[in-house]
Structure formats: C-alpha cells, structure tokens
C-alpha cells in the first residue's frame, strides 16, 4: 500500500500549482491533504470522501484550494490557486479505509511521502 504525492515545486505569491496523490496497492474511502512547515505542527489543508461530494477544508485555505478526486485514476488532486509565501511547506496526503472525512492527523493511518511547495514574495 502506497501513496505517492507529486506536483510540488517553486512558484510565486499570486500562482497556482497543482499537487497529486496517487494510490497503489489499494484505494482509500477517504482522502486527507496537509501540510507541515518547518518548526510548526502538521497542519489540515483538506479531506474528501469517496464520492467526491463532501469536502472539508482548512480555514487557511478556503476560497484557494480546491480537492477533487479522479476515481478512474485512483487519485486525489489539490488545485492551490492564490498562493502566499505563508503556504510554504511539504504536503502530504493521507488516506483512510473509512468513508468519514476527519481533520486530525491521528485519523489517518497511511501516509504519502510528501512534497516541498515553496512560494516566493
């Protein structure tokens, strides 16, 4: 059982990117996205369930990031539209076998080995 998150990079305050989990292994009811800058905690970014239809977000990130998932692919995306270098981090998703959409950590039990989004002022 894998996830492999991908689409990070550098971008500049105001961009966009375009992050990706994909599953291996198995597919996950329910998808997590969080994040975790240096010095600070891990932090929810977002989660979806199975059907795509109920997705929670994070205060931070409301009205700028977008979950959505592509069953066909066994993926979960995360469109992150009018970054602030305040979303610097590496992002991870996680996955969980229940369809119940939680915004802690300890909810999850596998892990994606995350990836560095860094955004420049």
């Known amino acids: 059982v894998q996830l492999q998150a991908s689409g990070g990079g550098l971008a500049q305050a105001g961009g966009s990117l375009r992050l990706s989990c994909a599953a291996s292994?198995?597919?996950?009811?329910?998808y997590g996205w969080f994040r975790q800058a240096p010095g600070k905690e891990r932090e929810f970014v977002g989660a979806?369930?199975?059907?795509?239809?109920?997705?929670n977000y994070g205060d931070s990130v409301k009205g700028r990031f977008t979950i959505s998932r592509d069953a066909a692919k066994n993926t979960v995306n995360l469109q992150m539209n009018m970054l602030k270098p305040e979303d610097t981090a590496v992002y991870y998703c996680?996955?969980?076998?229940?369809?119940?959409?939680?915004?802690?950590?300890?909810?999850?039990?596998?892990w994606g080995q995350g990836t560095q989004v860094t955004v420049s002022s």
């Open positions: 292994g198995r597919t996950f009811s329910s």
């Open positions: 996680a996955g969980r076998q229940s369809d119940v959409v939680y915004m802690a950590t300890s909810r999850y039990a596998y």
């Open positions: 979806v369930n199975r059907r795509g239809d109920y997705i």
